[in-house]
Nanobody
Framework: ERQLVESGGGLVQPGGSLRLSCAASGFTFSTYAMSWVRQAPGKGLEWVSSITTHGGLISYADSVKGRFTISRDNAKNTLYLQMNSLKPDDTAVYFC????????????WGQGTQVTVSS
């Protein structure tokens, strides 16, 4: 079955950290670039970060640069997003998606995990 399953979201105080995971199945994970995309309440999709097949090239949105770190473990078919120094503006549903700098919904998206940053 083809799927991407995110986990690791939750409620965190401003300045805190979370680590999101995305388990991939149904395709050869190691041969695709992967992305994280988020959608804040009442707003459109915002691309967050992307990583190439073996991590040789990584890209971040300016809004998260220096605070978030994307990584992947091809042996485990898993994509990660380490989020530090979280801000209330980071509150959103976070999705993983297959592809480089994904900005639109497509067939290879997860169901999302909610991240809420609030005191």
């Amino acid at each position: 079955e083809r799927q991407l399953v995110e986990s690791g979201g939750g409620l965190v105080q401003p300045g805190g950290s979370l680590r999101l995971s995305c388990a991939a199945s149904g395709f050869t994970f190691s041969t695709y670039a992967m992305s994280w995309v988020r959608q804040a309440p009442g707003k459109g999709l915002e691309w967050v970060s992307s990583i190439t097949t073996h991590g040789g090239l990584i890209s971040y949105a300016d809004s998260v640069k220096g605070r978030f770190t994307i990584s992947r473990d091809n042996a485990k078919n898993t994509l990660y997003l380490q989020m530090n120094s979280l801000k209330p503006d980071d509150t959103a549903v976070y999705f993983c998606a297959r592809g480089w700098e994904v900005r639109d919904r497509g067939p290879w998206w997860g169901q999302g995990t909610q991240v809420t940053v609030s005191s």
